[in-house]
């Protein structure tokens, strides 16, 4: 490791010691960056990696809500508004218990360098709150988002911060927010992404974050001349990325042998077909039930409680779709024990460095999220653009623009990972690629 990277490393694991999801991926980031460093001294001398580990913003802020029995409730809330050298800041806003600054600034960090990769004009940033969705009514939800958005509304902007969805936000939340910014500010401006599609919504955004993977998977398996068509798939996770990942699998010949969430996973050896995606999206999306529902409507499935997918059966490819963390190195290495050959990420650093390193060493195909799960952001930049130009692009437009967009991302990090000497590595391709562009922004900007 380069002894920039690792002063700059030690000073923050010394300062923010508690914060081990932002100090696991400013290690992984840093790690590649060592690689570059080295021979251009102009990032050192311009204390670009300190300035890039610290937020330019951090707005802290409770959020007061009633339930439907009349209690109130008091919440905290956050955005994290990490960098902003090459545009507005961009990034979701995540909703879930277990929701704290660590967590918020890890996903604000990687999403600086992944929406750098995306080709579009986009900071990066990160909110939400330990509010929890789950068990609550709409009236409740309602009740907090609209609490949250009368704090929210004074630091964000279409040319300042541009909030949009992530885990428990999703296309409910976003409306209830998108309303109550509008009654506050009295202008119909492009401050969300992820609306609906009669109020400035983009087709193709709900699909693209799982699509995108699928996407950026293909284009890592065409590199050995492989494809999807029979091959055998673990997807974790059921809500919106899990869910249009499945999709185009599907699309594609693959066999979908998995679907979890936060209880537990099912297996399906016949595999997972468009009825039975059907069934999984109405039971989340609409009854907000539990998984382990699918294998009492499908007879030959089996619900295994309290565990994830990976090493449960023999597959070829995992797709992560849940959340951080959810790929342990026992997992890692259950999956290459049972013939795994390509990782590719829907959720934000769903593996812990010790599994991407033995996917590195074994010579897997490894996507990493900040590049394989960019569609989702890619395609929010795209509903931006049209709400600036006051038109809307149709589904096949859309979808083109996004699949081109996960085969420059591809290309860009397999060049970048070319150039240093590490040739089919895109956990260093990525992070230099994303890198670059952002630190010779923020050197052009000064100080
Ligand atoms: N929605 C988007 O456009 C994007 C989402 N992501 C990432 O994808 C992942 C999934 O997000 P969404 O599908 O949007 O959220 P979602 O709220 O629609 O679904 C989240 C899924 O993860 C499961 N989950 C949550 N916490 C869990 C835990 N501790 N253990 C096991 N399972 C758990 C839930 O049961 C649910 O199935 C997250 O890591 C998110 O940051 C990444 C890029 C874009
Ligand atoms: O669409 C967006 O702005 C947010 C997507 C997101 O949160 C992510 O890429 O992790």
Redesign the pocket.
């Known amino acids: 490791m380069n002894s920039y990277v690792a002063k700059v490393l030690e000073d923050l694991q010394k300062k923010q010691p508690w914060e081990k999801e932002f100090l696991q991926a400013v290690e992984e980031v840093l790690s590649s960056l060592s690689l570059i460093l080295e021979k251009d001294k102009k990032y050192e001398e311009n204390k670009i990696l300190e300035r890039m580990v610290v937020p330019e913003r951090t707005i802290l802020f409770q959020v007061p809500w009633y339930d439907d029995k009349g209690e109130l409730h008091v919440n905290q809330g956050y955005r994290v508004q990490f960098n902003s050298a090459i545009g507005p800041y961009?990034?979701?806003l995540r909703f879930h218990p277990s929701v704290n600054l660590g967590i918020l600034k890890f996903?604000g960090f990687e999403?600086v360098f992944?929406n750098s990769l995306t080709t579009l004009p986009m900071g990066g940033g990160?909110g939400g709150s330990n509010f929890d969705p789950k068990g609550k009514s709409d009236n409740e939800v309602r009740s907090f988002c609209r609490s949250f958005m009368t704090e929210l509304y004074r630091h964000i902007g279409e040319n300042v911060d541009?909030?949009?969805?992530?885990i428990g936000v999703g296309g409910r939340e976003i409306g209830f927010l998108f309303g109550q910014y509008k009654r506050i500010v009295d202008s119909y401006d492009s401050v969300l992404?992820?609306k609906g599609l009669a109020w400035g919504g983009s087709l193709i955004r709900p699909e693209a974050?799982g699509y995108g993977n699928v996407y950026f998977c293909q284009e890592m398996l065409a590199t050995k001349k492989d494809g999807l068509d029979g091959k055998r798939v673990l997807v974790s996770g059921s809500g919106n990325v899990a869910q249009y990942t499945v999709e185009k699998l599907i699309q594609n010949g693959a066999k979908v042998l998995s679907m979890s969430d936060s209880n537990g996973a099912i297996i399906d050896e016949d595999g997972i077909d468009a009825e039975k995606l059907a069934f999984v999206m109405e039971l989340k999306n609409v009854k907000r039930g539990r998984i382990s529902e699918y294998a009492k409507q499908f007879k030959n499935a089996k619900y295994v409680e309290g565990k994830r997918p990976w090493g449960l059966v023999k597959a070829d490819i995992a797709m992560p779709s849940a959340t951080q963390n959810e790929i342990e190195l026992e997992d890692a290495k259950a999956l290459l024990a049972n013939g795994c050959m390509c990782v590719s990420e829907g959720a934000?650093m769903p593996s812990t460095n010790e599994a991407i390193k033995l996917y590195v060493e074994a010579g897997i195909h490894y996507g990493p999220a900040k590049a394989a799960?960019?569609g989702?952001?890619a395609t929010?930049g795209l509903e931006m653009s049209q709400n600036a130009i006051r038109l809307s692009w149709t589904r096949e437009e859309v979808d083109e623009k996004l699949h081109n967009i996960m085969r420059s991302i591809h290309q860009n990090a397999a060049n970048a990972a070319e150039e240093v000497g590490t040739p089919g590595n895109l956990v260093n391709g990525a992070n230099i690629a994303g890198f670059k562009k952002v630190a010779d922004a923020m050197i052009a900007q000064g100080v």
């Open positions: 961009k990034g979701g996903l999403q992944k990160k541009v909030p949009a969805g992530d992404t992820g974050t934000n799960n960019a989702g952001v929010s």
